[in-house]
């Protein structure tokens, strides 16, 4: 065996992950047994194989064999071709069977299995359904080959290939010949760039229709990613010409054509000709109709209230106020119903004389926010059991780049069993998740919305929250006064004055809201250190873990990317017991805090009692999920993440792509998180990124501290910069047509 290429037959297969193809195997030839690692789709045990790689060393496991590229081969002689035969390889032949059929067939054995696979049955043991079984087996066994063989010449990595092949079976030639732009709707992880890539290797042109089209809907999805909706025409132009490198004269054809196909729908918003991606145009329109469908008036009892929000402001030690009230009344009359306020303001107080007041009535609600931080501390607040609206909607999975996909048990079919639903933190909904929300609520219930609307708009597409006030059609209560106001920290009363737009005393000595005047980058990154590693953990009695850098920026010195690392090497050096692996966005260790960034309806999860056995399992993992790296094996390639609540992840390190350091978040990614402390270092940046609502709702995370590390210069330009980045959502329009 040379130093690039190891042959032989699978003798044993290690490990094997279902999900990538990444394999460990034994392969045995010429007397020498070699490790074999890397992806290598479906082979079988018995199977023999010309592998193509380099040799490496393991640090545990010793010396392997990388393989980069392989090809299967057919057995050479009797012995082989029994062996093979006997490995399992072949469902319904074991070794004694396999002897037979050797015996019986001898050097003709292959050609029989390919070509006359109905002579099986002369052999003792196999029916003539058993003959056609093992011939459909061998056939699928063959075609995959194939298609392997096919894919690979076009640059195809074999993980990808077997997606393919899963996908189109044996059209899969077809497909690539006419339309290899198919590929990126038709399978998860395929974006427009690789079948893009695909296309020109099979010789597809630069003004190919296809690739015009699939050009124009890449670009249109991808506006999906920023939190737009749908794309004004002309906008969606520039981009789609960017993206193909192309003058836009051949676009409107090729948009009509996508208009028929009913991938894409022009609508009208705001006097402009628009375009969506269908399914967000349906999504829209529904949503704007189910709102309007609930928004019914009710009888309304004010003595009732008046009674609840006496107890409850005795028990809580509360001065009653006209805003609360209202709001109760206005829940209690309309169908919905949007609580607004920034901290401090009462929300909670609010929420719980709402659920008494309808308690009294006999009627059930149901508590729901966006995550599951934002639910606990939900929980905690009111005392009633608060869920993440994937858990109250049931979840059952899908994928999270085809949203159709996506199962939820709770549905139009089978809807909530609740009078009354509410949802905090709802500036974090997105439309898709308030689609799927109304799609499950009753009619004749009543729908509550809590949240700030001040805060940065969701992660996901839309501006749903401001779209419902702005529509002026629904019962809207805005909670203004900071109670306790003399007891109120000045986390709470900065933060109500960077909303109102009025200037904040950066010279103020605080206990809870904190100026470190640093004009350098370096020095910035010192005083963050120090911070965290050492001031602030006692200071606000929590772990190093639970206090947050958060930063507007992922680039740069002072943005996410670079912070990480700079505060991976400071709060979890590495160590020679803690196992570590390098992958494309840096290196991840035992130990490090992780953040999921992208939702992930398909991964499981398990829960463990103390002693390790499995006390629940699920699936779903979500965008801005928050865990700790358990283990690293570096054998089986996968990395253990624990999340809140114990949920424990197995992330091959292909999959991986889906987890970053959460040492430092960018303020988006904190939205519906509350930390101990929050550190925020401040520079320069972006104009229209560094604006008043993410500065807000930087400081609105923070529990009992903020420490502003940089220039207070920049702090007050902020606060200043009232220019929010415009998103492309028709929903308020949407409604105010709804109910005209």
Not at 129 to 158: C, D, H, P, T, W
Not at 170 to 189: C, E, F, M, Q, R
Not at 670 to 699: C, I, K
Not at 713 to 720: K, P, Q
Request: proline residues 4%.
């Amino acid at each position: 065996m040379n130093s690039d290429t190891v042959t032989g037959f699978i003798n044993h297969i290690i490990y094997q992950n279902p999900e990538n193809g990444y394999t460990v195997l034994e392969l045995m030839g010429g007397g020498d047994t070699v490790t074999v690692t890397g992806n290598l789709g479906r082979v079988s045990e018995g199977e023999s194989l010309i592998c193509r790689g380099y040799f490496t060393t393991h640090p545990v496991y010793g010396e392997q064999f990388r393989c980069e590229s392989y090809e299967v081969t057919e057995p050479e002689d009797l012995e082989s071709i029994e062996r093979y035969l006997g490995s399992g390889a072949i469902k319904g032949i074991g070794p004694s069977l396999a002897a037979r059929i050797v015996k019986e067939f001898g050097d003709d054995t292959l050609r029989v299995l390919d070509e006359e696979p109905e002579l099986l049955s002369r052999v003792r043991g196999i029916s003539a359904n058993g003959a056609r079984e093992i011939a459909m087996q061998v056939s699928e066994k063959r075609e995959l080959r194939s298609a392997m063989i096919y894919l690979q010449k076009f640059g195809i990595s074999l993980a990808l290939s077997v997606k393919i092949y899963e996908e189109y079976g044996n059209d899969v030639y077809n497909i690539l010949k006419t339309n290899p732009y198919a590929i990126a709707d038709d399978i998860t992880g395929v974006g427009f760039h690789i079948a893009d890539d695909i296309a020109k290797r099979i010789g597809f042109s630069a003004d190919s229709d296809f690739r015009i089209r699939s050009g124009i809907y890449y670009a249109l999805v991808g506006a999906v990613s920023d939190g737009h909706v749908y794309l004004p025409e002309m906008e969606l132009y520039e981009r789609a010409a960017e993206l193909l490198g192309c003058e836009p004269e051949r676009f409107s054809d090729a948009l009509t054509e996508l208009v028929i196909d009913k991938k894409i729908v022009k609508a009208e918003r705001d006097g402009e000709d628009v375009i969506y991606a269908a399914p967000y145009y349906y999504m829209e329109l529904y949503t704007a109709k189910k709102l309007a469908d609930l928004n019914v008036t009710y009888s309304l009892d004010e003595e009732k209230i008046d009674r609840v929000m006496s107890l409850l402001i005795d028990d809580e030690d509360f001065e009653q106020d006209e805003d609360q009230r209202s709001a109760v009344c206005c829940a209690v009359s309309h169908g919905v119903t949007v609580i607004t306020g920034g901290p401090g303001t009462g929300k909670t107080t609010t929420i719980n004389a709402i659920i008494r007041v309808f308690e009294e009535e006999g009627l059930q609600v149901a508590l729901a926010a966006p995550t599951g931080r934002a639910a606990k501390r939900m929980t905690e607040a009111t005392g009633y059991e608060a869920k993440t609206i994937h858990r109250l909607l049931e979840f059952q999975g899908g994928d999270d780049a085809d949203t159709s996909s996506v199962r939820f048990m709770r549905n139009e079919q089978n809807p909530l069993d609740a009078d009354v639903i509410i949802i905090d933190e709802t500036s974090m909904v997105d439309i898709f998740l308030m689609h799927s929300l109304l799609r499950a609520v009753p009619y004749g219930a009543r729908l509550i919305l809590v949240g700030d609307a001040s805060q940065l708009p969701s992660v996901g597409a839309g501006n749903v929250l401001c779209d419902i006030i702005d529509s002026g059609c629904f019962g809207v209560v805005s909670l203004k006064r900071i109670f306790r106001q003399s007891d109120a920290g000045d986390i709470i009363k900065n933060a109500h004055k960077i909303d109102a737009g009025e200037p904040v005393d950066t010279e103020k000595k605080s206990d809870d809201f904190l100026f470190i005047k640093r004009y350098d980058s370096g020095r910035i990154l010192g005083s963050i250190i120090t911070l965290v590693k050492e001031k602030l953990p006692d200071y606000v009695h929590s772990s190093r873990m639970e206090i947050q850098v958060l930063t507007p920026m992922r680039k740069g010195a002072l943005g996410v990317n670079n912070l990480n690392r700079v505060l991976q090497e400071a709060l979890n050096p590495p160590l020679p017991n803690k196992r570590e692996k390098e992958l494309s966005q840096g290196i991840f260790r035992e130990g490090d805090k992780v953040m999921q960034i992208k939702n992930n309806y398909k991964i499981e999860w398990t829960m463990r009692s103390p002693k390790g056995f499995v006390i629940q399992e699920g699936t779903g993992i979500f965008n801005g999920d928050i865990g700790v790296i358990k283990s690293i094996n570096l054998f089986s390639e996968e990395i253990v993440v624990s999340f809140d609540e114990g949920k424990e992840v197995v992330y091959p390190f292909k999959g991986a792509e889906e987890l970053e350091l959460a040492y430092a978040l960018t303020v988006h990614k904190s939205q519906g998180s509350e930390y101990p402390a929050v550190v925020l270092p401040l520079l320069s940046g972006p104009r229209p990124l560094m604006n008043r609502n993410l500065l807000y709702t930087a400081v609105t995370r923070a529990k009992a501290c903020v420490c502003v590390v940089g220039s207070p210069e920049c702090f007050l330009e902020m606060a200043a910069n009232d220019e929010e980045q415009r998103r492309y959502s028709g929903l308020a329009q949407c409604i105010r047509e709804t109910e005209a």
